[in-house]
């Protein structure tokens, strides 16, 4: 029997394929790990690039925006304080190179490399590691121009507007243009760089917040005083209304705040100086800007409602009593009314031809002549003609032609009277008495007849003039008188002792009636002998000081203004109350006017209106209440009343807004 041997020769071939497959298998696995890893290692290297490149950018980036806004806090932190276009000075007090030597301060500035990282203790995971510095090589960092010489200054426009000193018509904002570069390196935690480069423009504006000039009646002010040194005496304490105003100080003492008498002004007090004077009757005076004082075991603290305003702008002062009398010529008034037709410059005083050539006559029918007047007498603006087309119409003469009573000379009382005449409903009649040695003119004007007569105690014929005295300023003329006083209304200013002269109303009852409109001027020193009252009030005379307005807002007013000396408080009889009803103001440019009270004592003085003096003076006055007439308040005021010229501005004439920026051109000149 064959032995057969093939399968056995077949199994002795096959041996070490397994072997082999193994070890292919294994290559190949071994190929693929190596792929695979370097593919790892490569996406390893590009993420870690592409994180380096972009910290970096960031990093410059992020340091450009900071260096951007350093130069803008720079340039705003330069505006020096109140500083206007108008002025024609630098508009900063730092330069252009300085800024940029600020900038690129290595310890201060970004000079040196300043880390973007969280501030806090460990970066956070999100957090671009890097940082950054301003490149201060050659010019790749500049402010208006590369090397700027110091002083340069920016672009401005407009440029009419643009150091113009004095600023006139300067109504527009301006804005001062400054072109700049900057130049930042960014660097990653890896060294990585990148260079960004930024051109543009920071612009600062000024908001112009424009001057507005005023003509506001001196009747707005509850008091005004020209001159009250500090400490030099008390105010006299009580209740006081309307706006308050010192062009030099205020003084309070404890003396005035005895028992329920304290000082309360429910409107606001300002004042020039930067203190108030407080006067403590055993401690001396102190100087403070503070509302109240403690000193001596005394306390000093006025109710200021309304604040007390401190280092505010002086009010100028009236020049003279020109616009008064033009008022008695022509109705309006000089140039701080509405200018007349023969007014130019002020000092504007009435000449003997204008009074000639407005028919100044006398109740003997005698006109002022061109060649100059008499020493004394009364005198109206009046012709024999008609007038019918004239303001107001006048169809039968003699008629009216101008707006009050030129008296001639000093009068030595001038009495006030509301009066009633004959006629439906008791014609309101308006009578002025003026006394001038032993003769007395009185003049009447009927508010409802719209007829002035006058007359005398001397016997000569009355004359009715088919008009009445008229305010002709607005563009609707309107009943009002002014009594012009060439000289005093007194017949010894000088005496304190007790008088019946001088400027008075009636005995008993009103001195104004409704609706008449009245100011008494005088050159010189006026007397006020008794008490002038309205016929209604226009407000509820108390702490609330509230206007009248049921039925109607009443319209009868009366001012008294002298330039020329004081008004003085001479009451015929001692200890009792005196009332005026009216604007008192004793005031001029360089004068020392004020309100005197003399002669017999008054126990409480009440003004309804203001007053206005040079200097604060007091006199024989236990207390006095001040209630400011509200009607004044919005700009209604006796007629031909002088006028104040109050410039109103914000405290900085011009004010910086934020810095806009503009950029012109961003390079990231790495990436180039």
Not at 131 to 142: I, P, Y
Not at 448 to 458: G, H, Q, V
Request: hydrophobic share 35%; aromatic share 8%; with cysteine.
């Amino acid at each position: 029997m064959t032995t057969n041997n093939n399968s056995k020769n077949h199994r002795q071939n096959s041996r070490g394929v397994a072997l082999i497959t193994a070890l292919l298998l294994l290559s190949l696995f071994t190929v693929m790990t190596l792929a695979m890893v370097i593919a790892t290692s490569s996406d390893t290297l590009i993420d870690g690039y592409y994180r380096n490149a972009r910290g970096s950018f960031y990093a410059s980036d992020s340091g450009l925006n900071a260096a951007r806004q350093n130069l803008q806090n720079q340039i705003f932190a330069a505006v020096p304080v109140g500083y206007t276009p108008s002025t024609g000075s630098p508009v900063l007090t730092a330069s252009p190179n300085t800024m940029i030597t600020n900038l690129l301060n290595t310890s201060t500035g970004f000079g040196a490399n300043q880390s973007i990282l969280d501030t806090g203790s460990t970066p956070s995971a999100t957090s671009w590691p890097g940082k950054f510095k301003v490149d201060s090589t050659g010019t790749k960092t500049w402010l208006i121009a590369p090397n700027t010489p110091a002083g340069s200054q920016p672009t401005c426009t407009p440029a009419a507007n643009c150091g113009v000193v004095g600023g006139a018509g300067i109504s527009t904002n301006v804005s001062y243009t400054y072109p700049y570069q900057i130049t930042v390196v960014g660097q990653s935690r890896a060294n990585e760089q990148n260079t960004v480069v930024e051109n543009g423009s920071l612009t600062l504006t000024f908001q112009i917040n424009a001057s507005t000039t005023s003509h506001p009646s001196f009747a707005a002010y509850g008091t005004l005083f020209d001159q009250y040194a500090i400490c030099s005496g008390s105010f006299v304490a009580g209740t006081m209304s309307g706006q308050f105003f010192s062009n030099d100080s205020w003084n309070f003492g404890d003396a005035g705040q005895v028992g329920s008498t304290k000082y309360i002004f429910t409107g606001s007090v300002g004042a020039f100086n930067p203190k108030v004077g407080y006067i403590h009757s055993s401690g001396g005076c102190v100087q403070s800007s503070a509302t109240s004082d403690t000193a001596g075991g005394t306390t000093i603290n006025p109710t200021f409602n309304g604040g007390l305003n401190l280092n505010q702008p002086k009010i100028p002062l009236p020049t003279d009593a020109s616009t008064q009398a033009r008022a008695v010529l022509d109705g309006k008034g000089g140039p701080d009314r509405l200018v007349g037709a023969n007014c130019g410059t002020p000092p504007c005083s009435v000449t003997n031809a204008e009074m000639n050539a407005y028919h100044m006559t006398n109740i003997s029918g005698s006109v002022w002549s061109a060649a100059g007047g008499p020493a004394s007498g009364v005198y109206l603006p009046y012709t024999a003609a008609a007038n019918p087309s004239g303001t107001p119409p006048c169809p039968t003469g003699p008629c009216f032609t101008g707006g009050g009573i030129y008296v001639q000379g000093n009068a030595d009382k001038v009495t006030l009277t509301a009066a009633t005449g004959p006629g439906p409903g008791n014609n309101p009649q308006q009578v002025f008495a003026i006394k001038q040695g032993s003769t007395t003119t009185t003049v009447t004007v009927d508010l409802f007849a719209k007829t002035t007569k006058i007359s005398d105690n001397l016997g000569t014929t009355p004359v009715l003039i088919n008009s009445v005295p008229q305010d002709l300023t607005g563009a609707t003329p309107s009943e009002a008188s002014m009594v012009y006083v060439n000289g005093n209304i007194c017949s010894d200013c000088s005496s304190s002792s007790t008088s019946t002269t001088g400027l008075s109303g009636p005995s008993s009852g009103a001195a104004i009636q409704n609706e008449s409109a009245v100011t008494v001027t005088a050159t010189g020193t006026i007397s006020i002998t008794g008490s002038l009252l309205y016929s209604t009030e226009p407000v509820t005379m108390n702490t609330a000081d509230t206007l009248i307005t049921s039925p109607k807002v009443p319209t009868n007013v009366l001012g008294i203004f002298t330039p020329g000396g004081d008004i003085q408080l001479l009451p015929s009889s001692g200890g009792n109350n005196l009332e005026i009803d009216a604007s008192i103001a004793a005031m001029s440019n360089g004068g020392t006017g004020g309100l005197d009270a003399l002669g017999n004592s008054i126990n409480t003085l009440t003004i309804v209106g203001g007053r206005i003096a040079n200097k604060a003076k007091s006199g024989n006055v236990s207390a006095r209440n001040i209630w400011f007439d509200q009607r004044y308040a919005n700009g209604f005021a006796p007629p031909f009343f002088p006028t104040a010229t109050v410039t109103t501005t914000t405290t900085n004439t011009a004010v910086p807004q934020p810095i806009v920026p503009f950029r012109v051109s961003w390079v990231n000149t790495t990436a180039q």
